[in-house]
């Protein structure tokens, strides 16, 4: 079944651009083209789209406004802005109801994968009215602004630790979170970080970058209220667990990129329990009282009470926020990795061994050779069952504060 697209822009002759550039799509997509917000809407009311892609600026009715009234009617459309490079900044910080942004000009493999990425992250979601809370989420709508801002300046020659510092500090509470987790003893740091700008340059700009991310999402859990929910808890077990993926992937000698990607995957691999605790907070209350009885069954329960688990939540919002596909997955498959048609040594597979380990040495009621949340199967197919003990010892050194030795 052929996925249905809107493109909407005012200019005519950027539609007709749109078209010739997408031509070899017509195989698997089914495209229609909008002159302006009102000819857009009344397309919507009378066909199904899987995606819309608008122009910010626009007479009569803005991007904003277009994607603000798709957001409220037709809330499971996957919902992207593309738009000049001079309104980024401006589109970043104001335009909560998009999924994802797209800087004009935009080359066609750029735009082809982001909406091709975006439909088949659309179907992790086996639920109808779970996309619906996805997509409707106001708490964690686009990515957090300082990050957005953060990136942009990170991109430019002219940036200096000491201007990446002083945009951190803009927001205090994220900037008090971050020196929280640089103070940890997960980071192994002797002295004391009391300012940004140490962070920056202890930890280096990938990583500030990324607990950044990890604050902000985080920073709307003050407001979930569910029996049983522990964010505080949360926020501990994902910062451990993006340590040790980090520190196995540096011990297995894998790329700068895949380090960072694990590293990040670890950080964000349970923002979906953030999300269904603050939007079906009832649900997900069912499901941690269940939890208590079947302490090592959290994505079975979760697809039992509410359809879908936390892993395709958080996948879901992570792929619309336009992070690397090596996250995503890792996110996605981070229980179940022998779903993933990958194997061998990824983010995905040191993701779902930290987060086992983390667990295990948290509240080590078994053995270490029964570790209950790891997939041995899956270890064993992908040729890392021997590289266990080695990665135990490495969680073990971390969840001491030692990393002298890691």
Same mark, same amino acid.
């Given at each position: 079944?052929?996925?249905?697209?809107?493109?909407?822009?005012?200019?005519?002759?950027?539609?007709?651009?749109?078209?010739?550039?997408?031509?070899?799509?017509?195989?698997?997509?089914?495209?229609?083209?909008?002159?302006?917000? @009102?000819?857009?809407?009344?397309?919507?009311?009378?066909?199904?789209?899987?995606?819309?892609?608008?122009?910010?600026?626009?007479?009569?009715?803005?991007?904003?406004?277009?994607?603000s009234e798709i957001k409220k009617?037709?809330?499971?459309?996957?919902?992207?802005?593309?738009?000049?490079?001079? !309104?980024?900044?401006?589109?970043?910080?104001?335009?909560?109801?998009?999924?994802?942004?797209?800087?004009?000009?935009?080359?066609?493999?750029?735009?082809?994968?982001?909406?091709?990425?975006?439909?088949?992250?659309?179907?992790?979601? @086996?639920?109808?009215?779970?996309?619906?809370?996805?997509?409707?989420?106001?708490?964690?709508?686009?990515?957090?602004?300082?990050?957005?801002?953060?990136?942009?300046?990170?991109?430019?020659?002219?940036?200096?630790?000491?201007? +990446?510092?002083? %945009?951190?500090?803009?927001?205090?509470?994220?900037?008090?979170?971050?020196?929280?987790?640089?103070?940890? @003893?997960?980071?192994?740091?002797?002295?004391?970080?009391?300012?940004?700008?140490?962070?920056?340059?202890?930890?280096?700009?990938?990583?500030?970058?990324?607990?950044?991310?990890?604050?902000?999402?985080?920073?709307?859990?003050?407001? +979930?209220?569910?029996?049983?929910?522990?964010?505080?808890?949360?926020?501990?077990?994902?910062?451990?667990?993006?340590?040790?993926?980090? !520190?196995?992937?540096?011990? !297995?000698?894998?790329?700068?990129?895949?380090?960072?990607?694990?590293?990040?995957?670890?950080?964000?691999?349970?923002?979906?329990?953030? %999300?269904?605790?603050?939007?079906?907070p009832a649900q997900y209350g069912?499901?941690?009282?269940?939890?208590?009885?079947?302490?090592?069954?959290?994505?079975?329960?979760?697809?039992?009470?509410?359809?879908?688990?936390?892993?395709?939540?958080?996948?879901?919002?992570?792929?619309?926020?336009?992070?690397?596909?090596?996250?995503?997955?890792?996110?996605?498959?981070?229980?179940?990795?022998?779903?993933?048609?990958?194997?061998?040594?990824?983010?995905?597979?040191?993701?779902?061994?930290?987060?086992?380990?983390?667990?295990?040495?948290?509240?080590?009621?078994?053995?270490?050779?029964?570790?209950?949340?790891?997939?041995?199967e899956y270890m064993e197919k992908?040729?890392?069952? !021997?590289?266990?003990?080695?990665?135990?010892?490495?969680?073990?050194?971390?969840?001491?504060?030692?990393?002298?030795?890691?």
């Amino acid at each position: 079944m052929k996925r249905q697209i809107l493109f909407v822009d005012d200019e005519k002759k950027i539609l007709e651009a749109l078209q010739r550039m997408l031509r070899g799509m017509r195989n698997d997509w089914e495209m229609r083209f909008a002159e302006g917000g @009102a000819e857009a809407l009344a397309l919507l009311a009378k066909g199904s789209f899987d995606v819309v892609v608008t122009d910010m600026r626009m007479p009569k009715m803005d991007g904003a406004d277009l994607l603000s009234e798709i957001k409220k009617c037709y809330p499971n459309i996957v919902r992207i802005i593309l738009s000049g490079h001079s !309104e980024k900044e401006l589109v970043l910080k104001s335009v909560s109801p998009a999924h994802q942004y797209l800087a004009k000009p935009c080359d066609a493999e750029t735009l082809k994968h982001t909406i091709s990425r975006a439909c088949a992250l659309r179907d992790l979601l @086996a639920q109808d009215t779970l996309k619906g809370i996805v997509s409707q989420i106001n708490s964690l709508p686009s990515l957090p602004s300082l990050y957005s801002e953060l990136m942009n300046a990170m991109q430019s020659s002219d940036s200096s630790i000491q201007q +990446i510092g002083q %945009i951190i500090a803009k927001d205090i509470a994220m900037t008090a979170k971050v020196l929280q987790i640089v103070n940890s @003893a997960f980071f192994g740091i002797p002295r004391h970080i009391s300012n940004p700008e140490q962070a920056v340059g202890l930890l280096g700009l990938d990583t500030v970058k990324a607990l950044i991310l990890t604050a902000g999402v985080f920073s709307s859990s003050s407001q +979930i209220r569910v029996a049983g929910f522990k964010a505080d808890t949360l926020w501990s077990h994902s910062i451990a667990t993006g340590a040790i993926a980090r !520190e196995i992937a540096r011990a !297995e000698s894998m790329d700068r990129q895949d380090i960072d990607n694990a590293f990040m995957a670890g950080l964000l691999h349970d923002v979906g329990q953030l %999300i269904i605790a603050a939007e079906i907070p009832a649900q997900y209350g069912e499901v941690l009282k269940k939890l208590q009885n079947e302490p090592d069954s959290l994505h079975l329960i979760e697809h039992q009470i509410i359809g879908s688990t936390h892993a395709e939540v958080g996948a879901y919002l992570l792929g619309l926020w336009g992070l690397p596909d090596a996250i995503v997955e890792a996110v996605a498959f981070h229980h179940l990795p022998g779903s993933c048609v990958a194997e061998g040594l990824l983010p995905l597979s040191i993701v779902h061994a930290a987060d086992a380990l983390e667990h295990h040495m948290a509240q080590p009621i078994r053995p270490m050779n029964q570790i209950a949340r790891l997939d041995q199967e899956y270890m064993e197919k992908s040729g890392l069952t !021997e590289r266990l003990s080695t990665w135990q010892d490495i969680c073990s050194q971390i969840m001491k504060g030692d990393m002298s030795n890691a």
